[in-house]
């Protein structure tokens, strides 16, 4: 499967949050809409190009906030989805909002399309309005959970992005039950340090081991859950990693492993407003990491130039000095400023991987499963 996060502008109409990546590295200009040019040219080359390859290519909208975009813009998004799919193209659309914007109409046309949209939301109110928050100070709880239930009473199932932070971190339980209570899924996320965290980083750090120790909190609380509310990203794919594993099949153990830029398996790509095309949504204005532009080259030379194929070996050369999981790209960049070097979070994932695969073998030997 191919990611392709499209950032059709990077404008935000809440343009507070304290550990927004946005908030630096990119100039008034950035302001712009993406062309419709561009977006056809994007999504009909990289369709063509990836399906020969036989992977499925999911264009995932981002921001910013993607929904300052417009009506206008999505029906000639969806317009031109439709088209490819009618030639026998295999793409599909899905949305990450801030959810401010969401109504009931906005659900309507995004969900008769088959595109699903994902809220962000830190925690209950109190604590998600001390990191996600609009320029004035006023945070954005309120207005996030109206757009949520627009998006429900049109029958959206809705997932949320929680980033786990400083403020946050004692009291994910709580939103977790919050979480099962209006019957969202929740995907925990750890912080980048760039933007406006990285200005913030003393009062929002947490460490990796931190991290992967409130994962395991919640993984306990799914367990015993009889509602078993879905927990995507890192406790996901370790879950079925360690059943795969179980089962005597190959382990991918994808989510220290991330081989995103190896144009085999799967592939990662973010394109900005103005064309110009990076490994991931992360390195977005980082001239070092710009692979071209959309708008004036074709995809096939983009994703198979030098540099793509420099960063696609990566893991290679990382095995060559015997080490297996690497882990993020962005992450390793962003904690050692070097390429070939390990995500800072590959330890305390290795770590909660081995915890949690002694506890599902526990339940397992119990139930006389195994």
């Known amino acids: 499967m191919t990611v392709v996060m499209m950032k059709p502008t990077n404008e935000c109409n809440v343009n507070g949050c304290t550990y927004c990546y946005n908030m630096t590295g990119y100039a008034a200009s950035d302001s712009m809409l993406m062309e419709t ?50 030639e026998g193209y295999h793409l599909s659309n899905c949305i990450q909002s801030n959810g401010t914007l969401m109504t009931k109409e906005w659900a309507r046309m995004l969900l008769d399309a088959d595109i699903p949209v994902s809220f962000s939301l830190d925690g209950l109110e109190e604590i998600n309005n001390l990191t996600r928050k609009y320029a004035c100070g006023i945070g954005t709880f309120k207005q996030i959970m109206r757009g949520i239930t627009s998006y429900q009473s049109e029958g959206g199932k809705v997932g949320l992005i929680c980033v786990v932070n400083r403020h946050n971190i004692d009291h994910l339980a709580e ?23 990285k200005e913030n980083r003393l009062d929002l750090a947490v460490s990796p081991q931190e991290y992967a120790d409130a994962l395991y909190n919640i993984f306990e609380l799914w367990l015993t859950n009889p509602k078993k509310m879905h927990v995507e990203s890192t406790i996901n794919s370790i879950i079925q990693d360690t059943v795969r ?31 110009d095309v990076y490994p991931c949504t992360s390195l977005d204005g980082d001239e070092e990491f710009r692979l071209g532009n959309i708008k004036e080259e074709d995809y096939k ?30 992450n390793a960049i962003l904690a050692n400023s070097e390429v070939d070097s390990v995500d800072p979070m590959v330890e305390a994932k290795l770590n909660l991987k081995e915890k949690i695969g002694k506890r599902l073998n526990e339940l397992l030997i119990s139930a006389k499963v195994i």
């Not at 561009?38 to 995932?60: D, G």
């Not at 939103?175 to 965290?197: D, H, K, M, P, W």
């Open 37 to 86: 040019s561009i977006i056809r040219k994007a999504m009909r080359q990289i369709t063509a190009y990836e399906n020969a390859k036989k992977r499925y290519v999911e264009f995932e909208w981002i921001g910013g906030e993607p929904l300052i975009a417009g009506k206008q813009f999505f029906s000639e998004i969806i317009d031109i989805t439709k088209e490819l799919q009618s």
């Open 175 to 197: 939103f977790y039950t919050f979480c099962n209570e209006i019957e969202v899924g929740l995907q925990l996320n750890y912080l980048s340090y760039r933007g406006n965290a």
């Open 245 to 275: 594993q179980m089962d005597n099949k190959y382990g991918s153990c994808s989510w220290v492993n991330m081989p995103c830029q190896s144009n085999k398996i799967n592939n990662l790509i973010s394109i900005s407003p103005n064309g």
């Open 301 to 330: 030379d983009i994703v198979e130039g030098s540099l793509r194929t420099y960063l696609g070996k990566r893991n290679q050369r990382m095995l060559k000095k015997g080490i297996s999981f690497p882990g993020c790209l962005h």
